[in-house]
């Protein structure tokens, strides 16, 4: 069982910058791959961005290439979300998630732990 803690969301403007935390608990994090993923008013969950294991190996949405940078510290059992040129769309809950059996890192059925979320919102 894995336990997920998001935090670092908030309020900027378009054009700034925020740092999403996920502190994970209860098996051994070096372990497993994990991802990010937001969730718009009225529209689905979508894939944001996943990093392996190790960290040698990242995925991003094409919406977010270039702007957001994943990364895991693993002696501190965290991954982070760093999000530059923050735009209005960008708006959403942003979830963390862990990928307990190596399956496909950028489908939300992959995997099998979520955090609570995080409010991100970027205004004009």
């Known amino acids: 069982q894995v336990q997920l803690v998001e935090s670092g969301g908030g309020l900027v403007q378009a054009g700034d910058s925020l740092r999403l935390s996920c502190a994970a608990s209860g098996r051994t994090f070096s372990s497993y791959a994990m991802g990010w993923f937001r969730q718009a008013p009225g529209k689905e969950r979508e894939f944001v961005a996943a990093?392996?294991?190790?960290?040698?190996?990242?995925n991003y949405a094409d919406s977010v290439k270039g702007r957001f940078t994943i990364s895991r510290d693993n002696a501190k059992n965290t991954v982070y979300l760093q999000m530059n040129s923050l735009k209005p769309e960008d708006t959403a809950v942003y979830y963390c998630?862990?990928?307990?059996?190596?399956?496909?890192?950028?489908?939300?059925?992959?995997?099998?732990?979520w955090g609570q979320g995080t409010q991100v919102t970027v205004s004009s």
């Open positions: 998630a862990a990928d307990l059996f190596s399956g496909d890192p950028l489908t939300y059925a992959s995997y099998d732990a």
């Open positions: 990093i392996s294991w190790g960290g040698g190996i990242t």
